[in-house]
């Protein structure tokens, strides 16, 4: 598929009434530095008919108004503490086309095509980059990246809800909750959990990584299609009675834990390895009092279950389902508090840096798994004024055991997973990832 580029330029905010910020600059709170330092980038597909682009960049730019942040650049102050400069440098807008009906450009399945249709996500000094792709059959993709540090899936999703009421006319609701200096440490700070080699590690931390005889070009994503009759059987499936304490366990533990089983079956583990998956925890209902779920960049700290492979696959289950569930209701107020008070205090003391920075390194995470479940985002909101897209999905992100959830687009309630995995362990995984047995 050959895309070609049109116009590459940088769009500014439009302030409703003048109302530029008042502020020169906004610090990064302590869950911006803590996670991942780059771009992310996602593929959204509509249906004629679709709006011009002049009605998209003026949607836009009005959003841009309200979330002036993206506008920004990353910098830091006088005492080298990271900032967001709110200097309304802008975003970048491509406009580009494809000579084809997308139908026969594009095969929705991850692969690395789909890199064509956004920009690039290396050296980005823009915090927003948008392009715009047109085909001949009237069709639009929406490819846009945006820089994690600035804010998690949650405030993402939220601005691009806005863009799309900004786009037909609308006013922006709900406005984001853009204070990030509200999270404040204790006096004196209670360090009640183990943080350091969790979210922080030393800078000078070897990294120990899996003698395996792959590399990185042997990286497959597949996408599994999990319909709405395969979640019902897989729930109910986990969540008997599970020891004394009559558990049941929701779909997202359902279906982490099943996955967790046949991927670990799929790489043919040692059996007294262990195997840990990592999931990212919104804080927003979590801290007493509850911050406002518009609140504007990270709040997301991970919990982290883990188990010897021959208990993983020799146990029923529900086995798996209760280590994700036991995992996850840990991190809750007082876990969040910890970490505020660990990173104010002795992250810069012991010269400690985020544990994201080392994962990001590699693209292979072996014998682990991160989940990023996108089940509860808005994203299929997008509306441009002619209905919500067609298909909307990650970009290619080819680092091995990184999961990404998604709702179908068929919008029935199934889901679909994007499993990045070596092609010998997803030869098996596909023969096995619909198995209940």
């Known amino acids: 598929m050959k895309v070609n580029i049109g116009r590459s330029r940088l769009i500014k905010p439009i302030y409703q009434d003048n109302h530029s910020p008042k502020s020169h600059c906004i610090p990064l709170s302590v869950f911006d530095r803590v996670t991942y330092n780059q771009h992310l980038a996602v593929i959204y597909a509509y ?10 960049e003026l949607g836009l730019r009005t959003a841009l108004g309200v979330y002036p942040e993206w506008a920004g650049r990353l910098g830091k102050d006088n005492y080298g503490n990271p900032i967001i400069l709110l200097n309304d440098e802008g975003i970048r807008f491509v406009e580009s086309s494809v000579d084809c009906a997308l139908d026969k450009a594009i095969i929705f399945k991850p692969s690395s095509s789909l890199l064509r249709l956004h920009p690039s996500l290396e050296d980005v000094v823009e915090l927003v980059q948008v392009q715009i792709t047109r085909f001949t059959c009237g069709s639009m993709v929406v490819g846009f990246t945006a820089h994690h540090l600035v804010a998690d899936g949650n405030s993402t999703s939220s601005f691009l809800v806005a863009w799309g009421q900004a786009s037909r006319g609308l ?36 990294q120990v990584y899996p003698l395996i005889n792959y590399n990185v070009d042997d990286i497959v994503v597949h996408k599994v299609h999990y319909s709405v009759d395969f979640l019902s059987n897989l729930k109910a499936k986990t969540s008997p009675t599970y020891g004394n304490n009559n558990k049941t366990f929701n779909t997202f533990e359902s279906i982490v834990a099943h996955l967790w089983r046949a991927i670990t079956r799929a790489r043919g583990l040692n059996g007294y390895e262990t195997t840990r ?102 994203f299929y909101d997008l509306d441009f004024g002619k209905g919500g897209p067609h298909i909307f999905m ?4 080819p680092t091995e055991g990184m999961i ?23 030869t098996i995984f596909k023969q096995i990832c619909y198995s209940l047995d």
């Open 404 to 426: 990404f959830l998604v709702p179908s687009f068929i919008g029935d309630g199934s889901i679909d997973v994007f499993v990045p995995l070596f092609q010998q362990s997803l």
């Open 171 to 206: 006013e922006i609701s709900p406005l984001p909750f853009r204070d990030r200096t509200i999270f404040y440490p204790r006096n004196p700070p209670k360090f009640e959990f183990e943080h350091k080699g969790v979210e922080y590690v030393t800078k000078n931390l070897k």
């Open 47 to 56: 249906r004629p008919p679709t709006p011009p682009n002049i009605t998209l």
């Open 394 to 397: 990650p970009s290619f992100f």
């Open 277 to 378: 998956v990592r999931i990212s925890v919104d804080g927003r209902a979590r801290l007493n009092p509850k911050v406002p779920n518009e609140y504007f960049g990270n709040l997301v700290l991970w919990a982290f279950a883990s188990a010897k492979v021959n208990d993983l696959l020799t146990n029923p289950l529900p086995y798996a389902s209760n280590l994700l569930h036991e995992a996850v209701i840990k991190i809750k107020d007082n876990y969040f508090k910890s970490f505020i008070d660990f990173a104010n205090h002795k992250v810069n003391e012991e010269d400690l840096v985020p544990n994201t920075t080392a994962d990001t390194q590699e693209s292979i995470l072996w014998p682990n798994l991160e989940v990023d479940s996108w089940l509860r985002f808005p």
